[in-house]
């Protein structure tokens, strides 16, 4: 089944730590996005990336950091310069044909600072 | 840079109404357009989208939207709602990257 893969699905944390949150997607899907999701604000864009070994920040990218090694994954690190990383953190990956195109979201990771 | 703005936060209708969810853009350039549905605690799901081709768009589960130029507007109907639709909505935009509105939850009264 091709798809994206978010994991883990609850992550907790606890002050001052980083943690990285993995997205692995079988699409073939040149482009792929963080998002963070938190009530009433919708989804808002921290990093893409449209191309291996390459990214762009998005609105809301400080606390946060990227890596785009390989076409199939783009993890998420969360660091201690987050002031306020609970959320809800989503991944998606899209066919680029001059723009994105079609965005196939992963099931999401909910993380948790205790 | 593109943007979404979607027009209420919360919309309640009852079975079998008509459903009406708003969304007005701004680009830049021609758009691409898009209606996502989100159940709790799950990603999103395309319900429809549009490149560029027919105005009227028709997608999954009876949902349509109609790409207004003039109005800026890419606004989600149906024409009978049903409880199962109930769920978060989001309108998103799409030039370099994709953007989003802030959601619009659609509650459906039995």
């Known amino acids: 089944d091709g798809g994206i893969t978010q994991s883990p699905k609850y992550l907790f944390r606890k002050e001052g730590q980083n943690v990285t949150l993995s997205c692995e997607q079988n699409?073939?899907?040149?482009?792929m996005y963080w998002y963070r999701q938190d009530p009433g604000q919708g989804l808002r864009l921290i990093y893409y990336?449209?191309?291996?070994?390459?990214?762009q920040k998005g609105d809301i990218a400080e606390g946060y950091s990227v890596s785009r090694e390989k076409k199939e994954s783009f993890p998420l690190t969360v660091t201690s310069a987050q002031k306020n990383p609970t959320a809800f953190y989503l991944c998606?990956?899209?066919?680029?044909?001059?723009?994105?195109?079609?965005?196939?979201f992963g099931q999401g990771t909910r993380l948790t600072v205790v | 840079a593109q943007s979404v703005t979607q027009l209420g936060s919360h919309v309640s209708v009852s079975e079998g109404a008509l459903v009406l969810l708003r969304c007005n853009y701004s680009?830049?350039?021609?758009?691409?357009l898009f209606w996502y549905v989100q159940y709790p605690n799950q990603g999103l799901q395309l319900l429809l989208k549009?490149?560029?081709?027919?105005?009227l768009v028709k997608g999954i589960n009876g949902f349509e939207a109609e790409f207004k130029k003039s109005e800026t507007s890419f606004h989600l109907t149906k024409p009978s709602a049903h409880m199962s639709d109930a769920a978060e909505y989001f309108c998103?935009?799409?030039?370099?990257?994709?953007?989003f509105g802030a959601g619009t939850r659609l509650t459906v009264k039995p």
């Open positions: 998606a990956s899209s066919i680029l044909a001059g723009r994105p195109i079609e965005a196939f």
């Open positions: 699409l073939n899907h040149d482009a």
């Open positions: 990336s449209q191309i291996v070994n390459d990214f």
């Open positions: 680009s830049s350039v021609p758009p691409y």
């Open positions: 549009y490149t560029s081709a027919a105005t």
């Open positions: 998103a935009v799409s030039v370099n990257d994709m953007r």
